[in-house]
Every structure is written in C-alpha cells, then in structure tokens.
C-alpha cells in the first residue's frame, strides 16, 4: 500500500507565508510527477503546481512567482512553499504522486487526504 500525508496548513494572515509538505510512503519502487491541487468551497478542484522527476515545474498562473514547489526524491517528499498569500488562496491544499509500486507495474496516481490553508485577517 501507498499512502501521502500532506501537513503545514493553518491559518495565516494576508501577506503571510506558509510551507505545505507531502511525504509518500508504503511499497514504493519509483515516483514520477508530483503536483499540488487545491480546491475552495464551491469551486472546483485546480492544479496549483506539478514537479516532474528530473525537477521541471509547471504552475497556475495565479500563483506563479508567488509558489515554489519543490521535491527531495530520497525522502519521497514534495513541499509547497506559499509566498504573499491572499485571501483567494484560501482551501483544501491536496498532493498527488504518479508511484510505481514495483518495476512490473504501470504508475498509479495517488492522492493525499489535503490540508486547509486559510488566508484571513
């Protein structure tokens, strides 16, 4: 079994910084593409940031320069680094990884159960 815990979430005030960390753990043979989703009340579900293996980063053009993501792949982590948060900011921050369990197997995505960042005064 895989699982990914995320923590760091909490409550922040507007201007403020927060870090999010994600480890992998379980049968792991090799981790591709990780990435950081969140989702606020009402809205769907948005791809935040994603890392690939080799360190390549995408991100939402709402964060970017903002955002850093990062991944350390001897620990099986991928960490969110949230500069000058705003209020939009605000909702449940979820990781996700591509993990092959074994050299046989195809990747499966996995996901965390997601950490409420809230961005308030």
């Known amino acids: 079994q895989v699982h990914l815990v995320e923590s760091g979430g909490g409550l922040v005030q507007p201007g403020g910084s927060l870090r999010l960390s994600c480890e992998a753990s379980g049968s792991i043979f090799s981790i591709g593409a990780m990435a950081w989703y969140r989702q606020a009340p009402g809205k769907e579900r948005e791809l935040v940031a994603t890392?690939?293996?080799?360190?390549?980063?995408v991100y939402a053009g709402s964060v970017k320069g903002r955002f850093t993501i990062s991944r350390d792949n001897a620990k099986n982590t991928v960490d969110l680094q949230m500069n000058g948060l705003k209020p939009e900011d605000t909702a449940v921050y979820s990781c996700?990884?591509?993990?092959?369990?074994?050299?046989?197997?195809?990747?499966?995505?996995?996901w965390g159960q997601g950490t409420q960042v809230t961005v308030s005064s």
């Open positions: 890392i690939a293996a080799g360190g390549y980063t």
């Open positions: 996700n990884a591509n993990i092959q369990i074994g050299a046989w197997a195809a990747g499966y995505v996995y």
